[in-house]
């Protein structure tokens, strides 16, 4: 471990793994990065198959650790909150959060990739290569194959250690499952839903044809539109839909008077501003959307597993990215402790983080039912107006499930989740049953018995579950 000589091989190029390149090019490693894809700082990379990132605070602790926390600031566009839209093309605003200061941002993928793709070639002994397809790992031998597209030809590299970050469709992921004598455990569940990305352009003048500042989503029940500000005045589209099931699928949108028809029902007020929504839909890929869960993420020392290829998750929580970048974090921690081995420090980093990224897979998914159909639901409307009363009045006190999952970034994700949804359901109970009225004007008096009584209710619950998990 103190041997700063050792060979890292790292393969993919995205986020995460430009992030580990950069960190351990920080720390004096000797690291090679391997990436299928072209350099994206000098080709046009296809559109249609990135959802448009949000960036938070989990991730941004990730660029303090590297010192980008100003440069990476400047490439975000900040959202206060959601602004949900009906069919009627009325709106009302939702935030994030009671205290100000907390945010998340729209922030593109490509432009954050370049920034670290740049810091870390700064280090002469982190090294990119693209155009390399990894087809295989022997974790034995702790060697790689590749296919370079660029001869056509394949050739083997060899390391220390090799990590992979080349996300859903990891090739070291695959080589474990293939493994017979790995005990390898797998999962991967995919939504009946996929998702299509679209775009609303800016004016001639360059400026937004929709408010700027927020997370427009348009809640359907079984399906949602989102759309996400980028500097340049246009948003980031995406239509999450069934493949196959309701009135309107993927598989039923065949023609384009088909697509404006479904648009002029549902979204008639994002119609006005899509003027290139036909061509755009039939060019665009539809691309699914699905959750992966493994163990262990490494073999004995010598390989491991990080940010998606580990724990693929759904994007409705907007943490796919943050949790990516924790993992760094995580990593960088475990690194600190000096344990003595590669071996020693994958295990103790897998003991640390697969108990938060499950949780994080999970809230991902309750976030998927929250924002397609829950946000206009009469009591979780009541609920989100009661929490952000309280974060405001008592911003020390409380936090919502989500300020804890977003803005609580020394919150492990599997806390956030317990207490989270305890939380949630006390405060729903609460104003279902009628022991919270919500007046229109609660005065602080009456917020602080909210509170007491949330409190409460909330630890009755967490011991309830205690005790119930001591019983089996």
Known sequence: MKNKQQNILIIGAGLCGTLLALRLGQRGYKVSVYEKRPDLRTTEMASGRSI????????????????????????????????????????????????????????????????????????????????????????????????????????IEDADVIIAADGVGSSLRRSYFLDRDFLFSFSQDYLTHGYKELSILPNENGDYLAKKNALHIWPRKDFMLIALPNLDGSFTVTLFLSYDGGLYNFNNLTTEEKVVEFFK??????????????????????????????????????????????????????????????????????????????????????????????????????????????????????????????????????????????????????????????????VLTLLSNGTIKLNPKPTKEDLQKFLEQIKHDTNQILENQRHASLKY
């Open 265 to 426: 029902t549902e979204f008639p007020d994002a119609l006005l501003i899509m003027p290139n929504l036909a061509a755009e839909f039939f060019k665009n890929p539809t691309s699914p959307l699905g959750t992966i869960k493994c163990s262990p993420w490494h073999y004995k020392g010598n390989t491991l597993l990080i940010g998606d290829a580990a724990h693929a998750i759904v994007p409705f929580y907007g943490q796919g990215m943050n949790a990516a970048f924790e993992d760094v974090v995580v990593l960088d921690t475990i690194l600190d402790m000096n344990l003595g081995s590669w071996e020693a420090t994958f295990k103790a980093y897998q003991k640390k983080r697969k108990i938060d990224t499950d949780a994080i897979a999970d809230l991902a998914m309750d976030n998927f039912q929250e924002m397609k159909e829950h946000v206009i639901d009469p009591i979780f409307q009541q609920k989100r107006k009661l929490e952000l009363l309280l974060e405001k009045t008592f911003p020390a006190h409380y936090h919502s499930k989500y300020a804890m999952v977003t803005f609580t970034e020394d919150l492990d994700y599997h806390v956030a989740m317990l207490r989270g949804r305890a939380q949630d359901r006390a």
């Open 52 to 155: 448009n990132l949000a960036f938070s605070d989990r991730g941004n602790k990730a660029m303090k650790l590297v010192g980008l926390e100003e440069q990476v600031k400047g490439l975000c566009v900040p959202m206060h909150g959601r602004l949900i839209h009906d069919k009627n093309g009325d709106t009302v605003q939702s935030n994030y959060s009671g205290r100000k200061e907390e945010h998340i941002n729209s922030i593109s993928r490509n432009d954050l990739n370049a920034l670290l793709l740049n810091e870390a070639e700064k280090h002469a002994h982190v090294n990119f290569y693209f155009n390399r397809t990894c087809k295989s790992v022997n974790f034995e031998q702790t060697t790689a194959l590749f296919h370079d597209e660029g001869s056509q030809k394949d050739f």
